[in-house]
């Protein structure tokens, strides 16, 4: 069966980049945890009683198959065939969420990654009307990935025409920022491992960025996933 979550998350990304708008500033965060396929009663509850026990996160929802299918098929009615083969018997539930404070929502979202019966999670800034006129884009590398690999992923993020402020984050920095910020959040800190983290390139664009879609960085090797997120948080 082939995985949903990773187009779905895939979609968030592609959703929020092809939108416009006037200028407004938020701080906020929208959090997508994707459920396993075969997650138990249990487990599902487990999971929820844990993303509600986050700090900084409210409007926790669940996205039954169904309305994850009816919001896929919306997204992508210009794309078709990337609807291919899908049902919504092969949709994956989801829990929605906000994270209200940019400098933990990034710790929040690996701590959650790691939870049982979540198979991925999708971060992004939150939808806000108007949306706000400049995003900010973590590019996450994998943990193997070579030198070699991330000169590549660092030439094309410079390249694109409107990314600025391009820094690149080693995975230790990583880990070590985010425990600072997480420093006051309830038990979040403990919960935060080093393994969590990873390197990445992290800058700040237009929200509606003239030339390549951020989505042919994903094509690169070496690049595990694009987050689009509040300027606060690069």
């Known amino acids: 069966m082939r995985r949903v979550a990773p187009i779905l998350a895939f979609v ?3 959703t929020l980049s092809a939108c416009t708008s006037e200028p407004e500033e938020s701080g906020h965060a929208a959090l997508a945890l994707f459920l396993d396929s075969d997650v138990t009663a249990a ?9 509600r026990s986050m700090p900084s996160v409210e409007d926790v929802a669940l996205e039954t198959r169904e309305q994850a299918y009816e919001s896929l098929k919306e997204s992508l009615k210009d794309s078709p065939d990337l ?4 049902r919504p ?5 989801s829990f929605r969420a906000t994270v209200t404070d940019a400098s933990i929502a ?7 990654a790691e939870v049982d019966g979540v198979e991925d999670v ?3 800034t939150a939808q806000t009307d108007p949306l706000p006129s400049r995003i900010g884009v973590i590019v996450r590398l994998e943990s193997t990935v070579t030198g070699e690999q991330r000169a590549t992923v660092e030439k094309a993020v410079r390249a694109l025409p409107d990314a600025e402020s391009v820094e690149f984050e080693e995975r230790d920095a990583a880990y070590e920022r985010l425990r600072e910020q997480c420093r006051g959040k309830g038990d979040l800190v403990t919960q935060l491992g080093p393994q969590m983290t990873r390197a990445s390139l992290r800058f700040q664009m237009p929200l509606d960025p003239k030339g390549p879609g ?3 960085l994903l094509k690169l090797d070496g690049v595990d996933v694009v987050r689009l997120v509040p300027v606060a948080m690069v």
């Open 214 to 216: 951020l989505a042919e």
């Open 89 to 93: 018997e092969v949709m994956p539930e």
């Open 12 to 14: 968030l990304l592609m």
């Open 83 to 86: 609807l291919a083969d899908l």
């Open 43 to 51: 487990t599902k509850g487990a999971v929820e009683q844990r993303l």
């Open 106 to 112: 990034e710790a929040v979202e690996l701590v959650m």
């Open 122 to 124: 999708a971060l992004r």
